[in-house]
């Protein structure tokens, strides 16, 4: 029976992960570039205040793949992977969520499950830690930035778990509905605690010492000798537009991967009038 | 398929328990370190850490996708 969820689970991660690329390739590829292009503004403004300032300028390095093909081909098999991995994982959750979430049917427990792995996987460590385009994020915090990110993912899915198993013992004392709202309301409360106690990527040492005291690594105006700005600020609407994408394109790979899931699983698991005997085979 | 299985709530319309044995175990842990494995290398690898070494070819191939994802990136 597992074998036949984690088929199922992959592909319609699989599909997940094409939707969420046609997706991106159509929103997110065009928000990329305009921060590629701020970048590059920026990078050649720093260059030309540093020879001004008679201060060795700095080179960019050549990139092993055009942009072409990181924004097609390379945005397309990562995508598409990702969703593969979330449809083995999704799988995985699914079978063991099987009898032991309360009366549920196959195919509401996986929408449950595919919401849970939504919020547990992306959205409530994207609340924290949302997801950024080029330009955002100095290379000398990467290491903790990802620590804390994967953290992040790690608590959210420990917090849901533990949320659901709650909900579970709950449910006897004060029924379904109560139950279920008691979790939700516990598992907010230490998510928010969590997130209020981990640091925000601004407040990282190496950052609070060269930029002082920000909420993120976002770069502000570049400014020469006498404080005029001379490039400005990431621009605020192609982050909130990257952003907002991103999460859509989550959403999408999330709902197909429930949607489509739940059919095979009421075939797979529901009543069948004829035989109870084995479960189908195809 | 393990032998195993049950299917106590095929009738009552709710979801029965499923797994049963090593069997399906060593098939969930094997899943789960694929998808934790695909997880790292498109989100992690050559950006904190590396399994490669000091190469960015995983890193730029992945890069809009690492990016669009949430993971953190330089």
């Given at each position: 029976?597992?074998?036949?969820?984690?088929?199922?689970?992959?592909?319609?991660?699989?599909?997940?992960?094409?939707?969420?690329?046609?997706?991106?390739?159509?929103?997110?590829?065009?928000?990329?570039?305009?921060?590629?292009?701020?970048?590059?503004?920026?990078?050649?403004?720093?260059?030309?205040?540093?020879?001004?300032?008679?201060?060795?300028?700095?080179?960019?390095?050549?990139?092993?793949?055009?942009?072409?093909?990181?924004?097609?081909?390379g945005?397309?098999?990562?995508?598409?992977?990702?969703?593969i991995?979330?449809?083995?994982?999704?799988?995985?959750?699914?079978?063991?969520?099987?009898?032991?979430?309360?009366?549920?049917?196959?195919?509401?427990?996986?929408?449950?499950?595919?919401?849970?792995?939504?919020?547990?996987?992306?959205?409530?460590?994207?609340?924290?830690?949302?997801?950024?385009?080029?330009?955002?994020?100095?290379?000398?915090?990467?290491?903790?930035?990802?620590?804390?990110?994967?953290?992040?993912?790690?608590?959210?899915?420990?917090?849901?778990?533990?949320?659901?198993?709650?909900?579970?013992?709950?449910?006897?004392?004060?029924?379904?509905?109560?139950?279920?709202?008691?979790?939700?309301?516990?598992?907010?409360?230490?998510?928010?605690?969590?997130?209020?106690?981990?640091?925000?990527?601004?407040?990282?040492?190496?950052?609070?010492?060269?930029?002082?005291?920000h909420?993120?690594?976002?770069?502000?105006p570049?400014?020469?000798?006498?404080?005029?700005?001379?490039?400005?600020?990431?621009?605020?609407?192609?982050?909130?537009?990257?952003?907002?994408?991103?999460?859509?394109?989550?959403?999408?790979?999330?709902?197909?991967?429930g949607?489509?899931?739940?059919?095979?699983?009421?075939?797979?698991?529901?009543?069948?009038?004829?035989?109870?005997?084995?479960?189908?085979?195809? | 398929m393990?032998?195993?299985?049950?299917?106590?709530?095929?009738?009552?319309g709710?979801t029965?328990?499923?797994?049963?044995?090593?069997?399906?175990?060593?098939?969930?842990?094997?899943?789960?370190?694929?998808?934790?494995?695909?997880?790292?290398?498109?989100?992690?690898?050559?950006?904190?850490?590396?399994?490669?070494?000091?190469?960015?070819?995983?890193?730029?191939?992945?890069?809009?996708?690492?990016?669009?994802?949430?993971?953190?990136?330089?």
């Amino acid at each position: 029976m597992e074998r036949h969820f984690i088929v199922r689970g992959m592909a319609v991660g699989a599909i997940g992960g094409l939707l969420a690329f046609l997706f991106a390739r159509i929103f997110a590829e065009p928000q990329i570039q305009k921060a590629i292009d701020y970048e590059s503004g920026r990078h050649t403004a720093q260059s030309a205040l540093d020879k001004a300032a008679g201060l060795a300028v700095e080179h960019e390095h050549a990139e092993p793949f055009s942009r072409a093909f990181q924004g097609n081909v390379g945005i397309g098999v990562g995508i598409i992977a990702f969703g593969i991995a979330m449809g083995a994982l999704y799988a995985v959750a699914y079978a063991l969520a099987c009898g032991r979430t309360g009366k549920v049917r196959p195919r509401t427990l996986a929408l449950l499950v595919a919401g849970g792995g939504f919020l547990a996987l992306y959205l409530i460590p994207f609340a924290k830690y949302p997801a950024n385009p080029p330009a955002i994020g100095h290379e000398d915090t990467i290491r903790e930035r990802s620590g804390l990110y994967l953290l992040m993912v790690g608590i959210s899915i420990v917090v849901l778990v533990a949320g659901a198993w709650l909900g579970q013992r709950l449910q006897a004392r004060f029924g379904t509905w109560n139950a279920t709202l008691l979790a939700v309301l516990a598992c907010a409360v230490v998510l928010g605690a969590v997130m209020l106690v981990l640091p925000s990527f601004g407040e990282l040492s190496a950052n609070v010492e060269a930029y002082g005291h920000h909420a993120t690594e976002t770069p502000l105006p570049l400014r020469d000798a006498q404080g005029r700005i001379v490039y400005p600020g990431f621009p605020a609407d192609t982050l909130f537009a990257f952003r907002f994408f991103s999460v859509a394109a989550q959403a999408v790979l999330w709902g197909t991967i429930g949607l489509c899931f739940a059919p095979l699983a009421e075939r797979l698991l529901g009543p069948r009038p004829d035989t109870n005997a084995a479960p189908a085979t195809v | 398929m393990s032998t195993s299985t049950t299917l106590d709530g095929a009738r009552t319309g709710s979801t029965p328990v499923v797994l049963g044995g090593t069997r399906a175990a060593l098939w969930l842990f094997g899943t789960v370190l694929l998808g934790v494995a695909l997880y790292y290398f498109i989100g992690i690898d050559q950006g904190a850490t590396s399994v490669f070494g000091n190469d960015t070819h995983v890193h730029e191939f992945v890069h809009d996708a690492r990016h669009f994802l949430g993971f953190p990136c330089h």
